[in-house]
Every structure is written in C-alpha cells, then in structure tokens.
C-alpha cells in the first residue's frame, strides 16, 4: 500500500499473554512512529526513533515497549495488556522527524480479553 | 494545549457535489499542515500537506485552505465520488521536544449515489 506495513494485521490476546506487533518500512526513511487509534479518539501518539534513538515517549505506560533494531524496523512488545487496550495500532515512518510527510501502515487491530 | 479538532463528525453529500471538511487548530506556531484520509480497515493515507507561508494549495480535486488569522484549515473536495467516502483528519506539525504531528478526530464524508 504505502510502503510500511505491519504485521500481525489482527491480534487477539489475554491480559497475561506476552506479543509483539511488527512494522516495517520499505522507504528509507530515518523516523518510525507508533501510534494509538481507539473509537471516538484522535490519533494518539505513543513513541518516535529518529535514526533508532527514541526520541519521544507519550507518557505511555510500560505494558508497551518499543525497539527499533535499525532504521527499517520498529516493534512493539505488549505485556499484561488491559481491555481498554484495544485498538488499532499504527505504525507510521517519515523522512525525518522535521515538518515532513508521515506514511501510515495499515495498522494492527489488537483486542484484549 | 495543543488540539486540534474537527467541527462536524458527518458530513454527508451528494455525488457530483463539492465537499467541504473543516478543521480548527489551536497552536499558532504550527508551520505545516496536512490532511489524511482513512478508509475503512486501512491506515491514514496522505492526502494533501500546506505549510504556513501559504494560504492555498491545490492536488488533484483536492484545495486546502489555510486562515492563520482564525488558526482554520479546510479541505474542499470537488466533484464528489463514491470512492471519497471516508474519514477525514487534519494534522498540525507542532514543535516540542521534537516535531509531532497533533490530529483531530475525524470528519466521516458520506457520499450518497
């Protein structure tokens, strides 16, 4: 689609089970987001890597833990997740973390039992 | 703080018709702004981007207007098609620790055949 994509494109999980949602970027940029997308909410910034380094951490709790291995890839490890978890998760990746463009991926449609 | 929000959750049109999705936002130093468009079970996909030295810009069937004076922005679609119908949102590239993108919460455009 646009270049990023994410894998798993569903996710299922219990509050004691231990995931990871995967993105990757195919456009060489420098920055990698993630993002939260509940109903009846903006989208939620929840991390920035500008060239692997996490520059922005939006006060997200630490059931959530992003690593970004290199430029390409950006993951999210998820741990004792909460219901009001659910939501569609976003990966996005921009040039660089200036006034730029940011290309979405499709997402990751995660539910917490 | 930084918002940015959307004045009508629905906006429902005729095919053929122009469309006009409104968004306000609230940080007076934001310099770029862009809208995006997100279909059903997919990601934010870049529709049209405007810095603030400009008050217009014109893609293919697509204007963005820009009022900083009022801190207002629009997307206006012309000749409205079925395949228009999704959810719209404007973004503001605001200045913190590092450059974000603040969204709003969405506009629904519903095109009637």
């Known amino acids: 689609e646009t270049g990023v994509t994410q894998t798993p494109r569903h996710l299922v999980m219990g509050m004691t089970n231990k995931k990871s949602l995967k993105c990757e970027q195919h456009?060489?940029?420098?920055?990698m987001y993630w993002y939260k997308q509940s109903a009846k909410k903006p989208l939620e910034l929840m991390f920035v890597y500008s060239l692997e380094e996490r520059v922005e951490n939006n006060s997200v709790p630490s059931r959530f833990s992003p690593e970004c291995p290199n430029s390409s890839h950006l993951f999210l490890h998820l741990h004792t997740l909460q219901p009001e978890d659910s939501a569609l998760y976003l990966c996005?990746?921009?040039?660089?973390?200036?006034?730029?463009?940011?290309?979405f991926g499709p997402g990751t449609r995660l539910t917490v039992l | 703080g930084e918002s940015v929000g959307l004045h009508l959750p629905t906006l429902s049109v005729q095919e053929g018709d122009n469309s006009i999705i409104n968004c306000a936002y609230s940080?007076?130093?934001?310099?770029?702004f862009i809208w995006y468009k997100q279909e059903s079970g997919k990601g934010p996909q870049f529709i049209i981007d405007i810095r603030s030295n400009m008050d217009k810009r014109q893609g293919q069937r697509v204007t963005v207007l820009l009022n900083k004076t009022v801190k207002h922005l629009s997307l206006q679609i012309a000749a409205t098609q079925p395949g228009d119908s999704a959810v719209y949102f404007c973004?503001?590239?605001?200045?913190?620790?590092?450059?974000?993108?603040?969204f709003g919460s969405g506009t629904r455009l519903l095109v009637r055949p």
């Open positions: 456009l060489g940029h420098n920055a």
């Open positions: 940080n007076s130093a934001s310099d770029y």
């Open positions: 996005a990746s921009s040039q660089d973390t200036s006034r730029n463009e940011q290309f």
């Open positions: 973004a503001e590239n605001v200045k913190d620790s590092s450059y974000k993108l603040i």
